[in-house]
């Protein structure tokens, strides 16, 4: 539904171009001079301004040159009789999007074809602004894990999707939180939206305010043009906030009103303009230690929270790593490279590193491989290969901290057991991820009572 501003010193004409924007599907507010539409600018949003040229006071080029500078989303369409078309032209030479001529009654088809000319053009211009503002950087494609863990996080993705609720996802950095947000919102109503991502972390004061908000012209130095903010570019689709956590108090106190009311203005702007975006959020940290302490609002994390979702690290989720290993090194465009497989000594070595920094470290690590391969290579991936590329010492699972009681038998027993329930039982993957020769583990695991017979 467009938002019309309609501008004409003649009542009936008001009335009767009302009635056909209204039977239109249109939302119309209506003034009688270029001023008092200026003013009812000020105040609202449109989507359209339609305004006779020919006025007392302030005439229809007036009203387009404040629209031009002032608010340059909004769309001027004029108004003007048979005798007039001349400048009409001189105007949308100005800056108007069309013209109509006055007929009373207005013929229908001609307005709901300008409509929707209109209408189309200002999707394809949204959908400009959101490629602009869309983040480069993806980890990957969507991969279907098989682990357990992951499976959870898929069915609770599938029964919360078709809402309109705040998402709160929560995990680890690098764990796929925005991985999980796309999901949602590629199974959501507002899937042919435009999905927008901000890191929250990454801007401060009024650069976030002026990235989500827009500003006007003049609101702040260098602000040199009015802009739209992720908002407006989302409208229709999902705007991910990641790490609200690092969003500042007078930010958090502005999103509130947004998530409350679904209001904003602009930063330096006085218009109220209305947010139609659902809005999914994520954190690393502890939201809720952060009230605590007082760098968080209680209110804003209930408003956000109304569904949680957590993303189990990597290492939960081991049996997904194959999957997701197979897949970057068919998405990772190395030039002139050919694309190549993993070996399952490779796999396991993959699959027993703890990983850190979880997926986004797996993406990095498995770049690192391709990058350092050479380019003529067809072969699968070696083990060799996956070690050299992972940070010094760290080829190891995790170990269990040994207590100061503990002796250097049961940390080592503990530690092996470990390791060999990570590999699932393989005792040939086992004892090379404990770089230990496989006659000297299956000796081990004699002497702890569990059998030393190949696996």
Known sequence: MMRILVIDDEEFVRLALADTLKASGCEVTTAAQGQAGIDRLREQSFDCVITDLRMPGKDGLEVLRWVHEHQPDVDVIVLTGHADVKHAVEAIKSGAWDYLVKDIPFDTAQVAAALTKLSTMRRLRQENTALRFEAAARIGGHVEGKSAAWQSVLTMIRKIAPSQAPVLIQGETGSGKEVVARILHSLSPRQAGPFLAVNCGALHGHILESELFGHEKGAFTGASATKWGLIAAAEGGTLFLDEIGDMSGPMQVSLLRVLDCGEYRQVGGTRTLHANVRFLAASNKDLQELVLQGRFRDDLLYRINTVPIRVPPLRDRREDIPALAGEFV????????????????????????????????????????????????????????????????????????????????????????????????NKTHTAKALQIDYKTLLTKLKNYGLGGEPH
């Not at 796999?347 to 986004?360: C, H, I, M, Q």
């Open 330 to 425: 068919h998405t990772i465009p190395i030039p002139g490279h050919p694309v190549r497989s993993f070996s399952p000594d490779a796999l396991a070595v993959l699959t027993g590193y703890a990983w850190p920094g979880n997926v986004r470290e797996l993406w990095n690590v498995v770049e690192r491989i391709l990058l350092l391969s050479s380019s003529r290579a067809t072969h699968p991936i070696a083990a060799e290969e996956v070690t050299a590329a992972l940070p010094p010492r760290s080829t190891k699972p995790d170990t269990p901290t040994a207590s100061a009681s503990e002796s250097l038998e049961d940390a080592e027993k503990a530690h092996i057991l470990l390791v060999l329930d990570h590999h699932h039982g």
